[in-house]
T-cell receptor, first 114, second 113 residues
Framework: NAGVTQTPKFRVLKTGQSMTLLCAQDMNHEYMYWYRQDPGMGLRLIHYSVGEGTTAKGEVPDGYNVSRLKKQNFLLGLESAAPSQTSVYFC?????????????FGDGTRLSIL | KNEVEQSPQNLTAQEGEFITINCSYSVGISALHWLQQHPGGGIVSLFMLSSGKKKHGRLIATINIQEKHSSLHITASHPRDSAVYICAVTDDFSGGSNYKLTFGKGTLLTVNP
């Protein structure tokens, strides 16, 4: 079992470029999440999904879009990258609501916007 | 929104020492999570608890619901325990969404040999 796999692991973009981060899980989890981690701050939820075909906004959704076309994949898109989006992005998944099950995290994607 | 505070922010210990990391929160919760993040690495869930105490190897997590406080203890610390330890909570689900965690800023632990 690979668990939660994020691709790419590192990326450098120029302001205004677009890109998609891919998260794949092989645990048949219903719930998936995208977080960003910035120095001096706790992880913050960007978007989440409670099942195939569903998405919802988290705490900091502006500038990002997501899609969950297949249960195992959760994509995070940046349409026009900005320096403020320089961060480490983590994907996570869980079988049920977080109060009942732990979240499983990927290894993160380090994204720099110049 | 729940406010999650961890203390200390940084902690340096000598190998073998007993370590305590604290977490307090402001609003009633349905669960509290302790997570571990090694430098440059991914995040691993250590514990999820809603009452009492849990133990896994040299790690012990306790929670006091009335005081809105949890502690993570590491007995006989080792350099491989060096990592950031993160506390996260899920608000009491009777009030709404169950899906979201509110995270503390983390405690950076360094254990020297």
């Amino acid at each position: 079992n690979a668990g939660v796999t994020q691709t790419p692991k590192f990326r450098v973009l120029k302001t205004g470029q677009s890109m998609t981060l891919l998260c794949a899980q092989d645990m048949n989890h219903e719930y998936m999440y995208w977080y960003r981690q910035d120095p001096g701050m706790g992880l913050r939820l960007i978007h989440y999904s409670v099942g195939e075909g569903t998405t919802a906004k988290g705490e900091v959704p502006d500038g990002y879009n997501v899609s969950r076309l297949k249960k195992q994949n959760f994509l995070l898109g940046l349409e026009s990258a900005a320096p403020s989006q320089t961060s480490v992005y983590f994907c996570a998944s869980s079988y049920r609501e977080v109060w009942n099950q732990p979240q499983h995290f990927g290894d993160g994607t380090r994204l720099s916007i110049l | 929104k729940n406010e999650v505070e961890q203390s200390p922010q940084n902690l340096t210990a000598q190998e073998g020492e007993f370590i305590t990391i604290n977490c307090s929160y402001s609003v009633g919760i349905s669960a509290l999570h302790w997570l571990q993040q090694h430098p440059g690495g991914g995040i691993v869930s250590l514990f999820m608890l809603s009452s009492g105490k849990k133990k896994h190897g040299r790690l012990i997590a306790t929670i006091n619901i009335q005081e809105k406080h949890s502690s993570l203890h590491i007995t006989a610390s080792h350099p491989r325990d060096s990592a950031v330890y993160i506390c996260a909570v899920t608000d009491d689900f009777s009030g709404g969404s169950n899906y979201k965690l509110t995270f503390g800023k983390g405690t950076l632990l360094t254990v020297n040999p």
